[in-house]
């Protein structure tokens, strides 16, 4: 039994990765898997739900052993779905506009991890911090400025690239 629902929980994070997938066929596929399957186990929990406000005592505490996972299954296959739109919805922008969503996202990742990083520099700083919680925020730190130093590199690059249409980000006003 717990091998289903494991394999079902891998065909559901498989959908996921489908979902976003660049090839249209693929998201396809993987919407429809996400809607059978996020219909059949949304179907199961509420079944479920409903059968332990019915059974009362008799049999609530079983229902219950089968209704939270399927539950967490129906949310995985609805992250699916999710996912599968955001894609899709990226994937028919103009070539432009999808360039410009990349860039606003990745400024907006570096703003805030600059934030990340002010903050635990500040904690860092202070001295009632127990010496474990000072290692993890010199961990998170450092994560955090490797991860930035990696976007501003992206942001460089897709600054020489310019834009589909010719036009450079600085003659663009960005």
């Known amino acids: 039994m717990s091998d289903l629902v494991l394999l ?31 219909l059949f186990f ?39 779905l999710k996912s599968s739109w955001g894609t899709e919805a990226f994937a028919r922008l103009p070539p432009g506009e999808q360039l410009e969503q990349t860039r606003s996202g990745v400024d907006a990742e570096m703003i805030r991890l600059e934030r990340e990083i002010a903050a635990a520099a500040a904690k860092l700083d202070r001295f009632w911090v127990p010496s474990s919680t000072r290692e993890r925020l010199r961990r998170e730190v450092t994560s955090n400025r490797r991860k930035l130093e990696e976007l501003r590199k992206l942001q460089a ?10 036009r450079t980000a600085e003659s663009s006003g960005h």
């Not at 994070?13 to 809607?35: D, E, I, K, N, P």
């Not at 332990?52 to 052993?65: C, S």
């Open 157 to 166: 690059a897709m600054k020489e690239r310019g834009w589909p249409d010719g």
């Open 42 to 80: 949304g179907l199961l929990t509420l079944a479920c739900v409903y059968g332990m406000f019915a059974f009362g005592d008799k049999g609530a505490g079983v229902l219950l052993f089968i209704a939270v996972p399927s539950g967490v299954i129906a949310a995985l296959f609805f992250f699916a």
């Open 8 to 38: 079902i929980v891998f065909i559901a994070l498989g959908a996921v990765v489908l979902g976003s997938h660049r090839f249209r066929g693929l998201r396809v596929a993987s919407r429809v898997l996400s809607v059978v399957g996020f």
